[in-house]
């Protein structure tokens, strides 16, 4: 799923925003300044990242300009209550990929995020059949042997990391990184426990584990 990076000074709109991207399955890493996004941001990689410009220290239009200094490329959806039609436009030019003024609508957010994903990876697929497994990307839905099997979030997460690296093997630290948040306890055994709770719900017939080594779904992979 994909990784959003949010950068908003304003706790409450930060906390909402979260709040609601996370409700949708998306991995979020929340800052209050731009220094301490570009820290993030220079050691892990991130989908989208949602940039407020009126913000103390660094200013938005200096992390955009950092961003690009220090070849950090992933897309940026600036959000700003600067409404006038020159700084949407500056913004486009220097590389934002959507401005959405504030204040919005947290649906208008969440779609746009969804639109600039898009942009990003016009070619994902938003179907995926193994044997007798069915996932639906964009409705969330995944069937097991004709019928439906409810999951949480994070148990569909994993199963669509799985089934995306079908016959491969996929490790406890890429499912911690790509599931879970940036400062991941590796110590902890919540990935066994939703591995576990998962394997029961398909029935103990489609994830395999490597002892020492990871989780592997084997079949044929159909993506449509
Ligand atoms: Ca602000």
Redesign the pocket.
């Known amino acids: 799923m994909a990784r959003i990076l949010i950068v908003?000074?304003?706790p409450k709109l930060r906390q909402h925003v979260a709040q609601a991207l996370v409700a949708e399955g998306f991995v979020v890493s929340v800052h209050e300044s731009g220094a301490s996004a570009l820290e993030t941001l220079a050691e892990h990689s991130f989908d989208l990242v949602l940039l407020?410009?009126?913000?103390p220290g660094q200013n938005g239009w200096q992390v955009l300009d950092n961003m690009k200094t220090f070849g950090l490329d992933s897309s940026v959806l600036v959000m700003s209550a600067i409404s006038d039609t020159a700084h949407v436009i500056e913004a486009l030019n220097r590389g934002a990929v959507d401005y959405l003024r504030k204040p919005f609508e947290i649906g208008e957010l969440v779609a746009r995020v969804r639109a600039a994903l898009r942009k990003n990876s016009p070619q994902q697929a938003l179907h995926y059949l193994v044997g007798d497994l069915e996932i639906d990307l964009m409705q969330r839905k995944v069937v097991f042997q004709g019928t439906e099997v409810i999951l949480t979030k994070r148990e569909f997460m994993i199963l669509e990391l799985l089934v995306a690296n079908c016959n491969r093997i996929v490790s406890k630290a890429l499912i911690a990184e790509k599931v879970w948040e940036v400062n991941f306890d590796m110590g902890s055994n919540v990935i066994e426990v939703h591995m576990s709770q998962l394997r029961k719900k398909l029935n103990n017939q489609v994830i395999t584990t490597r002892v020492g080594m990871g989780y592997c779904i084997e079949g044929k992979l159909v993506t449509r």
């Open positions: 908003e000074d304003e407020d410009l009126m913000l």
